[in-house]
């Protein structure tokens, strides 16, 4: 099984709500990634957690909180978004972030902040 | 710097034609480098990773090569088909901030019926 799932597919929430995008894998994977894209842009790294650790933050604005429960899930809290903050949010993983490893995607939430 | 370019941009071409999507990269220092297909709106999809000791990959219609030494893949599609048309990104995980992969822009493929 080679399966990234994301929920929700879609999301729309105002600037005042807080809401949290999920991401899981079990394919003991132990590197997990947030990515934002952009129409027409390719993905941008947010975030990497290896083995459940905040690994690298990308000078994401503090309104997108990470976290990593356990070694299957990941999460992503939102507060307080801007509009800018619309787009496709992708979800990977792979065995460990170093090395010769296969990244796979999850199919994304596209959020819209209105 | 680490970059990656694909070129060209957008690729229009009739059915049945056989076409070759470039990728180029900066650093010939890389782990691997991994093609990947995304569909309007939706997640990418792995299409073949070649590591840094391969030549090429092979997956039914598609075949991906590497040259580290000239700092270039390219992905040969045989036999196209409208169902393939979609962005096509190239990445590369270097040596150095291997954590991270490193996109090209992609390169966005119509086949006409």
């Known amino acids: 099984d080679t399966e990234v799932t994301q929920t929700p597919k879609h999301l729309v929430m105002g600037m005042t709500n807080k809401k949290s995008l999920k991401c899981e894998q079990h394919?003991?994977?132990?590197?997990m990634y947030w990515y934002k894209q952009k129409a027409k842009k390719p993905p941008e790294l947010m975030f990497v957690?290896?083995?459940?650790?905040?690994?690298i933050n990308e000078s994401v604005p503090s309104r997108f909180s990470p976290e990593c429960p356990n070694s299957s899930l990941l999460n992503l809290h939102l507060h307080a978004l801007q509009p800018e903050d619309s787009a496709l949010y992708l979800c990977?993983?792979?065995?460990?972030?170093?090395?010769?490893?296969?990244?796979?995607f999850g199919p994304g939430t596209r959020l819209t902040v209105t | 710097k680490q970059e990656v370019t694909q070129i060209p941009a957008a690729l229009s071409v009739p059915e049945g034609e056989n076409l070759v999507l470039n990728c180029s990269f900066t650093?010939?220092?890389?782990?691997?480098l991994q093609w990947f297909r995304q569909d309007p709106g939706k997640g990418l999809t792995s299409l073949l990773l070649?590591?840094?000791?391969?030549r090429e990959q092979t997956s039914g219609r598609l075949n991906a090569s590497l040259d580290k030494s000239s700092g270039r893949s390219t992905l040969y599609i045989a036999a196209s088909q409208p169902g393939d048309s979609a962005t096509y990104l190239c990445?590369?995980?270097?040596?150095?901030?291997?954590?991270?992969?490193?996109f090209g822009q992609g390169t966005r493929l119509t086949i006409n019926p």
């Open positions: 990977a993983s792979n065995l460990r972030t170093s090395g010769n490893y296969e990244q796979y």
């Open positions: 394919m003991g994977h132990r590197a």
């Open positions: 957690y290896s083995y459940e650790k905040l690994s």
């Open positions: 650093d010939s220092a890389i782990y691997n």
């Open positions: 070649i590591q840094s000791s391969q």
């Open positions: 990445a590369v995980s270097y040596l150095q901030g291997a954590q991270k992969l490193v």
